[in-house]
């Protein structure tokens, strides 16, 4: 059971960035996925979630209306749209599954990707 993320990267403020969230050794549509980020000194934040069961979405008030969660079944993949971009996002992104997601955890993580927002 594996989770890879990707799609990290150095972006400008205002500018946008698509984050992967790959399963290998399990399928991700049967499990509820959360996207989580951890800045530097800062406590991991869970940022967005998808339901498995109705791909119902959950987002963070500081995320609300920029970035957005979805699913992509027949690649076995998660996405996280995420448009205009702060500084404030600046943070390493994981993307994490199973029930624990919704209490703010996940019962398997991938290794992160780092987002950088600076001009």
């Known amino acids: 059971v594996q989770l890879v993320e990707s799609g990290g990267g150095l972006v400008q403020p205002g500018g946008s960035l698509r984050l992967s969230c790959a399963g290998s050794?399990?399928?991700?549509?049967?499990?509820?996925i959360g996207w989580f980020r951890q800045a530097p000194g800062k406590e991991r934040e869970e940022v967005s979630v998808?339901?498995?069961?109705?791909?119902?979405?959950y987002y963070a008030d500081s995320v609300k209306g920029r970035f957005t969660i979805s699913r992509d079944n027949a690649n076995n993949k998660v996405y996280l749209q995420m448009n205009n971009l702060k500084p404030e996002d600046t943070a390493v992104y994981y993307c994490?599954?199973?029930?624990?997601?919704?209490?703010?955890?996940?019962?398997?993580w991938g290794q992160g990707t780092q987002v950088t927002v600076s001009s």
């Open positions: 050794g399990f399928t991700l549509e049967y499990y509820p």
């Open positions: 998808i339901s498995s069961r109705d791909n119902s979405t």
């Open positions: 994490g599954a199973g029930a624990s997601v919704w209490a703010g955890w996940a019962d398997y």
